[in-house]
């Protein structure tokens, strides 16, 4: 597998015998809603996953209405896995392959999303990268909902070193401008029946 935490190939490979037993399936994904409640972000917001891959998110976004939603992943085959998951529907979803790292947004979102990309980005040129594409794609009066390991969450995750973080660690991660608005702590249980802990914040850009 490629060392390089965005790499195309290194999650290709990862998603190339299917999605449902990888340590970070979800069937549903209730804290992801529940941050994007706290921080008031609704139907008639636009919204971009970052990293979002096959996650369930997309689809249970346009169940609940939302008519502008984004799925950005650096891996094709896994945005195909949540394509055929979502069959006619995955039309009315905007699918961009690109690596955050170095993703130039050609427009802003009222709610940026991202579970377990950022923990992956372990050198300041990486997460400098991230912020780029974070601030470029975002406004004042945006909200920025991020899920990343916690302090006793794993130190490896599908084969690559990850950073963890608490509340305000993972808040300072994402530099000034932003003032947290909500954070909570999740104990993910993966397929195989691992706990795994993850801190999530959700931000409001203050410019």
């Keep these: 597998m490629a060392a390089e935490p965005g790499s195309a190939a290194h999650w290709d490979e ?3 015998h299917g999605d449902s037993m990888r340590s970070w399936f979800q069937a549903a ?21 970052v990293g979002g891959g096959a996650s369930p ?23 195909e896995h949540a394509r055929r998951r ?16 170095s993703w130039r947004p050609t427009r802003r979102f009222a709610a940026w999303h991202d579970r377990a990309v950022f923990h992956f980005l ?3 040129s990486d997460q400098q990268g991230y912020r780029r594409a974070l601030a470029a794609a975002t406004g004042l009066g945006a909200v920025a909902v991020i899920g990343c390991f916690a302090p006793d969450g794993p130190r490896q995750c599908s084969g690559l070193a990850v ?3 608490g509340p ?30 993850f801190t999530w914040i959700a931000l409001r850009c203050t410019g």
């Excluded at 998110?57 to 945005?79: H, N, Q």
């Design 168 to 197: 305000g660690d993972l808040a300072a991660g994402l530099g000034p401008g932003w003032a947290l608005v909500a954070e909570d702590r999740e104990e993910h249980i993966t397929p195989n029946g691992l706990t795994q802990p």
């Design 86 to 101: 979502l069959g006619a529907r995955a039309g009315q979803v905007h699918w961009l392959t690109a690596d955050i790292r």
């Design 57 to 79: 998110l997309a689809a249970a976004l346009l169940g609940r209405g939302f008519g502008d939603v984004t799925v950005l992943d650096v891996s094709a085959a896994a945005m």
């Design 14 to 16: 990862a998603y190339a």
């Design 163 to 165: 950073a963890r973080y």
């Design 29 to 49: 994904p209730e804290m992801s809603l529940r941050m994007l409640d706290a921080a008031g972000v609704t139907a008639a917001d636009s919204v971009i996953d």
């Design 122 to 124: 372990t050198t300041e």
